[in-house]
């Protein structure tokens, strides 16, 4: 079974950093891309960033110069480092992978993490 796990969200005051991590576990075979979606109340899910297996990296323009997505060494392993936050960046925070498994192909979602931003 596929799991994704996030961490380092919290609460942060505007213009500090947080990074975020996500870890793909389970029988995989191979991951396609990762990447980092926000959620805010009221909200729609929405793309903040993704990486692909080949390295490539697309952006929302709200992060552009703000956020930086890298994959660990072992590829399983999405970053989100966010720098320069705003109070209108508070949302949680799914991480998102497009991969195949052993029993199932698609699509996986965290569990998502908080950040909060107070200006």
Do not use: H
């Amino acid at each position: 079974q596929v799991r994704l796990v996030e961490s380092g969200g919290g609460l942060v005051q505007a213009g500090e950093s947080l990074r975020l991590s996500c870890t793909a576990s389970g029988s995989i075979f191979s991951i396609n891309a990762m990447g980092w979606y926000s959620q805010a109340p009221g909200k729609r899910r929405e793309l903040v960033a993704t990486i692909t297996s080949d390295g490539s990296t697309n952006y929302a323009d709200s992060v552009k110069g703000r956020f930086t997505i890298s994959r660990g060494n072992a590829k399983n392993t999405v970053y989100l480092q966010m720098n320069s936050l705003k109070p209108e960046d508070t949302a949680v925070y799914y991480c998102n992978a497009r991969l195949i498994g052993a029993q199932a192909v698609g699509a996986f979602w965290g569990q998502g993490t908080q950040v909060t931003v107070s200006s």
